[in-house]
């Protein structure tokens, strides 16, 4: 059984930085793109995030470009997502998630990923 647990959300105020951590079990993440998403309150999901297999490609969404950093230890299994200079509207539930193979041109779409995990908040305070 798969299954991805989400670490490292919190509360933070403008202009701070917080580490998400992703730990996967039962699924190689070396085998997949990971990806992660948020979702607001009232908002749909939007992915944020993505990272290749080996971990050399990686994508962000224009919103995060710059501030974001994705990136993954497929040795230890996991994925992170370093957040910089983050704003009050970065402020949501942040899922990680997996898609067996490459990364998809359409990584930001989370009808793509077949594995999410529970989530962790982030919420940003101005």
């Known amino acids: 059984q798969v299954q991805l647990v989400e670490f490292g959300g919190g509360s933070v105020q403008a202009g701070g930085s917080l580490r998400l951590s992703c730990a996967a079990s039962?699924?190689?993440?070396?085998?997949?793109?990971m990806g992660w998403f948020r979702q607001a309150p009232g908002k749909e999901r939007e992915g944020v995030a993505a990272?290749?297999?080996?971990?050399?490609?990686?994508y962000y969404a224009d919103s995060v470009k710059g501030r974001f950093t994705i990136s993954r230890e497929n040795f230890k299994n996991m994925g992170y997502l370093l957040m910089n200079s983050l704003k009050a509207e970065d402020t949501a539930m942040y899922y990680c998630?997996?898609?067996?193979?490459?990364?998809?041109?359409?990584?930001?779409?989370?009808?793509?990923?077949?594995?999410w995990g529970q989530g962790t908040q982030v919420t940003v305070s101005s």
């Open positions: 039962g699924y190689s993440v070396g085998l997949a793109c």
């Open positions: 990272v290749s297999p080996s971990g050399g490609s990686t």
């Open positions: 998630a997996l898609d067996p193979g490459r990364c998809a041109v359409s990584w930001h779409e989370e009808s793509v990923y077949d594995y």
